[in-house]
């Protein structure tokens, strides 16, 4: 079996409370973009065929900032989701604007009767967020662009970790692909992931709040 | 002895891969500097023609180019294909902004499973080529292009010219993927210091098309392959049809369109041009050439000074200080070109690493550079003084933003992992290989440790074997037994070891501690008015005092 050690990449962005999901998406797209493929199409033989990935640019409504995300819709509607439950838990949670969303690559390992599937990360993408409160106009248009640098950072160090070329799950023969992708789309097949979210309230303990995976469940969860 | 490790099919395929992928490789770029957002469909079935299971759209002009560049020839080691991006003024002054590096490097990749692996390592730096060029200053630069300034690409093979990217320029690695033959990397060279522009106000002029062209055959080195705007509008007498990307066996690379190519690519509207844009290729008087200047690698170190090396230097772009460094071996011959005729050959020299070598070669080079450059017009002229003008012309304030970017770290790097915007050599990784530092890529091979003078300095940098970034030495380390070398002194009753072990983990200085700050901050903030009564009453002697240092 491979390593399962889970490797673990922790990202930081202080951002103003308007900024929280356009700064979240740009990350969490940015990751997803690199961890979707086309959806395969298992031949006879083993062989698979795989269909096409498209991108578009997205540009920031209040950030100085623009990035490239996969063409689909269903994506992007299942990140907006939660990035939109994050960004309503921090401003309720009466915090000081601090909490942090994990987005977590896993496989299925599935179990004899009566034991469940396990899900294994093998890969976790944690984004601390820290909203700050801007005096001014002036305030707001130096952040815009703080912000805009610092994504583009961000992007940086997420693409590094990309070409290290590190554990990845085998391609699956097709009795199997749906342990390693999420196949429930219909333009393209991205790793399995989850994504959750914790907000660290004032007392400095953190509320946790998981969600389950966005697109479908599995029966055996 | 490497062919037969890789079966012919594989290799075959091998170089496949890399044609198409250079070729992709100069879409993404170009468009990303359109100046518009770019947008693809994803499609579930197959179709068999997109490379890397990726929507790029093949431009069929920025194709050509590539492949005229190429000339039939892969990257290999000592020939990259770079892809120039530049910045033209209304007014004629032109900026490198960035460079863009495909090479190859020896490192050798044996077992890696062509057809698959690398194939779906192409795709990954390929995605990571989408979103890195969305990140380098000039994109932002190049989405606002069109009334005052225009992007500008130009494709070339050979060696990797830095020179004008001015100094500090900063660099960013898009990713590398290894293979049997050798290991490809992927980067960009994008200048900081975007402080050149005049202080000029821009209005606008005829078609900076024209300008383009007539600023272009001043150009002494006729060397360089031509520089194309990134976005224009085909005329409609366009004679040049560019033949669409021809098919290969197999898989092939058909443009995959969204939406009708007149509108994605060529993206003027009348308000930016008075005129309708001349096509580029119609008007160029001078021949392509592939020909790169083969500088030495060391040679980067020494500042860019135009003023010391004379006249018209500046310019141009290209310091005449590496003309030295033509190369007469490299294939392509320079050939008469321009207005006037023919351009005397180059000799043929090294380029010494020295700046005194240089000037000497730049004498005779100075009559070929004042016999080349023959403005035809005095429009001409005043472009090309104004432009060193501009050039060497005090930092001004219509772009003044810097933009300062550092390869990044993660927030619990390892201090130890060096990033190469702190090495000291610029451009460090196009120095010789024996400096590599990615000892964390598995794709490369490590480099062999530092001679360790005493097993202190080896067990500090030992951090076990896990790969993932954690957080700083002290938690991955634990020291069992630790003898450091050279470490009895006569002189101080404690050993070296002793010293470590005891201040290895030295309590923070209260001062730093936050409670004691904002404490004392509150005190100074309360003692204000006082401080302030105290102040005012003493301003008369603040004034005479003042008197004294004037």
Partial sequence: ?221 | AMDTDLSSQDRKDLDKFIKFFALKTVQVIVQARLGEKICTRSSSSPTGSDWFNLAIKDIPEVTHEAKKALAGQLPAVGRSMCVEISLKTSEGDSMELEIWCLEMNEKCDKEIKVSYTVYNRLSLLLKSLLAITRVTPAYRLSRKQGHEYVILYRIYFGEVQLSGLGEGFQTVRVGTVGTPVGTITLSCAYRINLAFMSTRQFERTPPIMGIIIDHFVDRPYPTSSPMHPCNYRAGEDNGAVYPSVEDSQEVCTTSFSTSPPSQCVFTVTKTHFQTPPPVVTDTLKVPVMGLAFSHQLSSSRLSYQPAALGVGSADMGYPVLFAGGLNAAHPHQLIGAGKEGGIPPIPSQPAHGTQADQERMCTPLDGVHYSAATPSSSEDTETVSNSSEGKCGSPHDLLETIFIRKVGAFVNKPINQVTMANLDIPFAMFAPKNIELEDNDPMVNPPDSPETESPLQGSLHSEGSSGSSTGNTHDDFVMIDFKPAFSKDDILPMDLGTFYREFQNPPQLSSLSIDIGAQSMAEDLDSLPEKLAVHEKNVKEFDAFVETLQ
């Fill in chain 1, 1 to 221: 079996a491979p390593a399962m050690n889970c490797r673990a990449e922790v990202l930081e962005v202080s951002v103003e409370g308007r900024q929280v999901e356009e700064a979240m998406l740009a990350v969490l797209h940015t990751v997803l973009l690199h961890r979707s493929t086309g959806k395969f199409h298992y031949k006879k033989e083993g062989t698979y065929s795989i269909g096409t990935v498209g991108t578009q640019d997205v540009d920031c409504d209040f950030i100085d900032f623009a990035y490239v995300r996969v063409s689909s819709e269903e994506l992007d509607r299942a990140l907006r989701k939660a990035v939109g439950e994050f960004k309503d838990a921090l401003r309720n949670s009466g915090s000081d604007g601090m909490g942090q969303i994990s987005l977590e690559f896993y496989q299925k390992k599935k179990s004899r009767w009566p034991f469940s599937d396990e899900c294994i990360p093998w890969e976790l993408w944690t984004i601390k967020v820290n909203v700050v409160n801007l005096a001014n106009e002036q305030e707001r248009q130096i952040c815009r662009e703080k912000v805009g640098e610092k994504l583009c950072e961000k992007i940086i160090n997420i693409v590094e970790v990309m070409n290290r070329h590190e554990y990845l799950p085998k391609m699956p023969t097709q009795s199997e692909v749906d342990n390693v992708f999420d196949t429930s789309l219909k333009d393209v097949q991205p790793y399995l992931y989850k994504i959750s979210y914790q907000i660290t309230d004032t007392l400095g303990t953190s509320v946790t709040t998981t969600m389950r995976r966005l697109i479908k469940d599995t029966l055996a969860l």
